[in-house]
């Protein structure tokens, strides 16, 4: 239910960032630790790629997937650095998803401030808006997004949010 529809006031937000133009990287079944995770970040650096929205969790399997985004210029040579770096790390698999953006809203102090990424997601969700990926900060949440939802995902967060 929307936030109006609920009667609930707005939460207030500093603002909304976008970034598109990106494609998010995904190395499944990696072995846990932060060895994998240094070594795909250090053979993005050698290549002088940033990584954007890294996250990296275990899976129920033991093992670790390790996601986040490239410049979409930068897709194909992230690519080469990083399936380097997962054959000799022995990766199951590396996914790439062409073509997408990152949507984030910012605080301050958003681990103050309870309901703000369920709120956000929650609005997205009711848009028919799919993070493919999702990480936060003190005073970030942000999602990975198709590329083409980029607007509609602003148009949605403006309306369900209070900005300055």
């Given at each position: 239910?929307?936030?109006e529809e ?6 207030q937000i ?5 970034s598109?133009e990106l494609?998010?990287?995904?190395l ?11 070594a ?7 290549q ?8 990296e969790c275990?899976?129920c ?11 979409q210029?930068n897709l ?6 990083v ?5 000799e790390?022995g ?8 073509n997408?953006?990152?949507?984030a ?12 990424a ?5 609005a ?9 990926l ?8 942000a ?11 602003v148009?949605v967060?403006?309306?369900?949010f209070?900005?300055?």
């Open positions: 239910m929307p936030r609920a009667h609930l006031p707005k939460i500093g603002g909304i960032l976008q598109s494609a998010l990287i995904q499944l079944g990696l072995s846990p630790g932060a060895q994998a995770t240094s795909v970040l250090r053979a993005l650096g050698e002088a790629i940033s990584a954007q929205a890294v996250v275990r899976d399997g033991g093992g670790a997937t390790l996601a986040f985004t490239v410049s210029a194909e040579q992230a690519l080469g650095a399936e380097a770096a997962a054959k790390l990766a199951q698999a590396v996914q790439a998803v062409p997408v953006g990152l949507i809203i910012h605080g301050p102090h958003f681990a103050d401030r309870p309901a703000i369920g709120t956000m997601f929650s997205l969700a009711l848009a028919g808006i799919e993070p493919l999702i990480t936060s900060s003190i005073s970030t949440v999602g990975v997004i198709a590329a083409q939802d980029i607007p509609r995902a148009a967060l403006k309306e369900t209070l900005l300055p």
